[in-house]
């Protein structure tokens, strides 16, 4: 009596063990999709931070080839894991389970490496963000310009220290009158703000002698303290997600192997042929 109500017991766990790890990978799936699309956004994106650095950045475009590849690597992984489940077939639970050791190995490597190398993308980010600013024309029509003019009307922002960065840019220095880059004009609640102002403006103001930032009707802040702030303030919702992501997985691990120890026989014939 007790062997069978322990089969009973057994069989019940095994069953509820199943499908806990097909609802698992069926989110694990969605997610990968998101990973993959999170990769095309960061090469497709022409209007934001990203755009600014990945043109001239090419670990950030590695970076976004390598989102894609593990996007399109944890769909099939989430795949192959609901058909192992769901069909008790431990040949593809052991592939679900060693692509998901790997992956959760690689996010622990990427972040290490994100870390130690924080400063060295900060300092890239700075580079780039003055060359923006010093080749910077009246026209604004590269791509990067367009970028940066989007930034900083966006993020309400001038330049990436302060908006003295802008001195640097000797075609704006050159104006006879206080002018200044159209896209840092501090813009008002009423003001249609959807509307990206490009290349320089010329102030209507006529006390002002020189043409210098403090003349100028701009957001005081730059766009490195502004960024830095954004920071601070989703760091613990960043460092939730990423620490709920690796419980996740360790959990999809520990799934499949119990699963695994209770399937003893394998039926390939329940396996889909397309």
């Not at 600013?133 to 009246?138: L, M, N, P, Q, V």
């Not at 206080?178 to 320089?200: H, R, W």
């Not at 830095?228 to 992501?245: H, R, S, Y």
């Amino acid at each position: 009596m007790w062997s069978s109500r322990t089969c009973r017991m057994g069989a019940g766990c095994v069953k509820v063990t199943k499908y806990f790890l097909f609802l698992f990978n069926l989110l694990f799936f969605i997610l990968g999709a998101v990973i993959l699309g999170f990769g095309v956004w960061i090469l497709a994106d022409k209007n934001s931070f990203i755009s600014v650095l990945q043109t001239s950045s090419s670990s950030l475009q590695a970076g976004a080839y390598v989102f894609i590849g593990v996007g399109a690597v944890t769909m099939v992984m989430g795949f192959l894991g609901c058909i192992g489940a769901v069909n008790e077939v431990r040949c593809l639970l052991g592939l679900y389970f060693v692509f998901l050791l790997l992956i959760l190995i690689a996010q622990v490597t990427v972040g290490v490496l994100f870390y130690f190398n924080a400063d060295k993308l900060k300092r890239e980010m700075e580079s780039t963000v003055m060359d923006i600013i010093k080749s910077y024309s009246a026209n604004a029509t590269s791509s990067r310009e367009e970028a940066w003019d989007y930034v900083q009307a966006q993020v309400k922002c001038c330049g990436w220290v302060s908006p003295y960065n802008w001195t640097d840019n000797q075609e704006l220095m050159n104006f006879t009158k206080t002018a200044y880059p159209c896209s840092c004009e501090e813009m008002k609640e009423e003001d249609n703000q959807l509307i990206v102002k490009k290349g320089f403006c010329e102030s209507d103001n006529s006390t002002a002698v020189e043409n210098k930032p403090e003349n100028w009707p701009v957001y005081p802040e730059g766009c490195m303290e502004k960024a830095q702030a954004w920071l601070q303030e989703n760091f613990g919702i960043l460092l939730g997600v990423c620490a709920g992501v690796a419980f996740i997985e360790l959990l999809g691990l520990l799934l499949s192997i119990c699963l695994c120890r209770y399937i003893h026989s394998e039926d390939y014939s329940k396996v889909p042929k397309y």
